[in-house]
């Protein structure tokens, strides 16, 4: 019997998880692999969220503050979970450090947040050439140059004329293997077609996309603005082919709401990649024997009334290690995923006792 | 290789209309060279977008999201291959519209409006994008004539102004002329164009008068002094000349005093209630069918007037002012009238094609529809069985009963003003002596 929840991943998740199971009044261990809490915001470095447009390093400090210093918590940086055993109620899970030490806890309950990665371009089966092109960047990359306040093309450090965001890469496919919407890109496309539009005015922007994804208050909060205040151009139908054209790249799709092939030539080509299980995901839950979906996403049984129990009992899992989830669906897990945590550790002492 | 393929290999980027093509001896002018476009999409440019949405009134057209909901709901595109989401794509390959048809097609029904969940405000684009093509010079003759008329006479006929109330002399009651009374009335009555100067709208007029007088309502009419409210013009794209005759009707007006201002066309109800504030010219107005519509339990009906009836929602008394309830109640109050309502009714009332400029353009849309707008409103009011299509609006007797010729229902069904219809239920003995007259 512990009377400690292990969070595994020091994301937007697994810090909102840490911190509200230590506000319950329960002990916390934390591991995170990097020598850093934030996660992938952190580590792909965000600049503004979407769809407040607030900066992400300063929500991610808030976040930080609820777990660091705090005497309910126990923090393993630069750690991973190597081996775990045991049931619910009484875990036994050794981590290890960078120089190899190892050091075994005892836990009660376990909260999964080992998030996700973004999907690799090179994957795709259209001719995107992001490998190819220098000026065809994905999301993550234009959100490297949002951060430093500018936007380029990369071959030549230039202000692009034409920019175009190519949505549902590697999302909505099955011939890659990935059949779900990993439904924030589309928001963070147009967040970042925004962000665009103020540091280069003259650019044009344009969107191609299959259906906008933008639900609930992301339509007005960021579509409508794009669309209606920033210009921003979209067009329905997906881009098939980019082609290397003089210095510039010719974009070949077809447009369909008219019925018809477009040639477009543009400077910078941003591809809207989905989510993937990180390699994190697939490791814990194979070390913790938590099924997981065909996508290789931690498996939740109970949805989509509860959102965070796994297959395994005692075994919670918030935010992206359970699919493509965005910011509000995150940390509302973390939530949960604590509350029932706490509930089963209170539940088993009450037992014993 | 023939005419034909070489010009197949031509570029035509950025033209959607050839205005004269020939092609192996076949004409293809104008709407038949589309075919013509170049098919692949070489850039998306922004500039005819930018422009129209930098024009005061033109904002809203980027707003569109393509969903489409305007197409099925639009008038034109029963007949047609229009609507505003097709306007939109075309401003967003590059099309001004200055030189495109499309540009004289709308009615400004407002259905699109109605179900647009964005708010794009083709009332306010229109007006806006003819305005330009009327300073660019490209607008269809037939609109300069009738500019022309209501600057010079103050009404679209070209008729002499002198005119406007010749229709009161056969009246059979009198007509006060607000001027020779030289007092305060209760209700000044606002004739306006087609009920002063077309012979099916001065029934409409003689109507009233009787009406009014039966009733002993307190009434006169400015006469001669009256001027087109000018509307259709403002829609057309004639700001200018629509303030020009605002604020004419405006000065006249404020020459005298009367408590209620009720006009007879839905067009100049819309003028008087929407637009006239904001030139200075603020009235309590009612359309005549919501003055009349409390009064029905004062009105004396000597007569049945057995009649199935289906009735047109005016678009801009309609839509355009959300009044359906006051025409209703006052067909309903009609012994014998029965109403059968058309599949397109109230908020989904369809166009007669006469708003917007239409009244005045008929020929400029002919080629680009299948049939005119009141062709098939007329079809649809002959499919429900209705004898008679009751009207509120002094542009829709002529149009329907030139449609119902054209249809070839002739016979079939009588297009009556709702007026019309209330007169004679109320003064039956006008009628048969008019008829015997007649005989």
Known sequence: MSDAVLVIGGGPAGMEAARSVADLGSRVVMVEKRDRLGGTPDEAGYAALTPSFESAEEALDRMRAGVVDRPEVTLHLGSTVVEASGEAGSFSVTLQNAKGERVTEEVGAVILATGFQHFDPGRETQMYGYYEHEDVITLVDAEKMLKAHEFVRPSTGEKPRNVAFIQCVGSRDRRIGNEYCSKVCCGISSKQAIEVRRLVPDAKVYIFYIDMRMYGYWENQIYWPAQEEYNVNYIRGIVTEVVKKGDRLLMKGEDTTMGRPMEVLMDVIVLAVGMEPSLGTRSIASIFGVPQNKYGFIEVPGEPMDAVTTGVSGIYVAGAAAGPKDLEDTVSMAGAAAVKAVGLLRAKAKGAA | ?439
């Open chain 2, 1 to 439: 290789m023939s005419d034909f393929m070489q010009r197949g290999l031509d570029k035509v980027q950025g033209v959607t209309e050839v205005e004269e093509a020939v092609i192996d001896g076949i004409d293809v002018s104008g709407y038949w060279s589309r075919m013509l476009e170049e098919r692949t999409t070489l850039d998306f440019p922004t500039d005819a977008l930018d422009w129209i949405t930098g024009l005061a009134g033109g904002e809203s057209l980027r707003d569109c999201y393509q969903c489409g909901k305007c197409i099925p709901v639009c008038p034109i595109q029963h007949v047609g291959d229009y609507g505003p989401w097709k306007l939109f794509r075309k401003v967003q390959r590059g099309n001004d519209l200055m030189a495109d048809p499309d540009l004289w097609l709308c009615t400004t029904c407002a259905n699109c409006l109605r179900v647009c969940p964005k708010q794009v405000n083709l009332l306010e684009i229109m007006p806006a994008l003819r305005e330009q093509a009327i300073l660019q010079g490209s607008m269809p003759d037939e609109l300069g004539e009738v500019f022309a008329n209501l600057q010079k006479k103050g009404n679209p006929q070209g008729e002499s102004p002198r005119k406007r109330a010749n229709w009161a002399t056969d009246a059979g009651v009198d007509v006060p002329i607000i001027s020779e009374l030289g007092r305060k009335v209760d209700v000044l009555l606002y004739v306006s164009d087609y009920t002063s100067y077309h012979p099916r709208g001065n029934d409409a007029a003689r109507a009233m008068a009787r009406v009014l007088t039966t009733l002993g309502v307190d009434w006169a009419i400015l006469g001669k002094e009256e001027k087109s409210d000018g509307d259709s013009a403002r829609v057309a794209g004639e700001r200018g000349l629509f303030e020009m005759l605002a604020e004419q009707n405006i000065e006249t007006l404020s020459k005298y005093e009367f408590d209620k201002l009720v006009v007879m066309d839905p067009h100049a109800y819309n003028a008087f209630k929407n637009h006239y504030p904001a030139l200075g010219g603020t009235y309590d107005v009612m359309h005549y069918t919501q003055f009349l519509a409390p009064l029905v339990d004062r009105m004396e009906f000597k007569d049945r007037v057995e009649l199935s009836t289906t009735f047109h929602d005016p678009c801009y008394l309609g839509r355009h002012n959300d009044e359906y309830d006051a025409p209703r109640k006052l067909l309903e109050a009609i012994p014998g009238v029965e109403l059968i309502e058309m599949p397109h009714y109230k908020k989904n009332g369809y166009c007669c094609g006469g708003g917007g400029g239409g009244m005045w353009m008929d020929s400029v849309v002919d080629p680009h529809v299948s049939e005119r707008l009141s062709e098939r409103r007329v079809r649809e009011a002959v499919d429900t069985g209705a004898g008679t299509l009751a009207v509120c609006c002094p542009y829709e007797p002529s149009r329907f009963e030139d449609a119902v010729k054209s249809t070839g229902h002739e016979g079939q069904l009588d297009v009556r003003d709702i007026i019309e219809l209330l007169d004679r239920a109320m003064h039956p003995t006008h009628y048969n002596t008019s008829e015997a007259e007649a005989e």
